[in-house]
């Protein structure tokens, strides 16, 4: 069973940075494509950037990418969000989601496609 634990949000003014760290424990980290994503107030949960399980391949949303950058670094078993240039929009609940499997690198930004999640991580963005 993967355990995630996301850490690193909090209030940031309009044009600033955070960089947000997804935790796995009880896998090998290796193995899963991560995801991050994020939920806004009445929102449906919307992919953010994901990267993959074996080439490290990326995928960003349209609406942040040259914006933010995910990396892994599997020995520390962990996946990170760079965030720049932060906008109020950008405001959101961030949650990182995992899957071992084939199939979610084809759908890598689907959240139905992740089966474990962490809690999520509060960022908040000020005009």
């Known amino acids: 069973q993967v355990q995630l634990v996301e850490s690193g949000g909090g209030l940031v003014q309009s044009g600033g940075s955070k960089s947000l760290a997804c935790v796995a424990s009880?896998?090998?980290?290796?193995?899963?494509?991560i995801g991050w994503f994020r939920q806004a107030p009445g929102k449906e949960r919307e992919g953010v950037a994901s990267i993959s399980r074996n080439d490290g391949r990326a995928w960003y949303a349209d609406s942040v990418k040259g914006r933010f950058a995910i990396s892994r670094d599997n020995a520390k078993n962990t996946v990170y969000l760079q965030m720049n240039n932060l906008k109020p929009e950008d405001t959101a609940v961030y949650l990182c989601?995992?899957?071992?499997?084939?199939?979610?690198?084809?759908?890598?930004?689907?959240?139905?496609?992740?089966?474990?999640w962490g809690q999520g991580t509060q960022v908040v963005v000020s005009s």
């Open positions: 009880g896998v090998d980290l290796d193995y899963y494509t």
């Open positions: 989601g995992a899957d071992n499997r084939a199939i979610t690198t084809m759908f890598p930004l689907d959240p139905p496609h992740f089966s474990s």
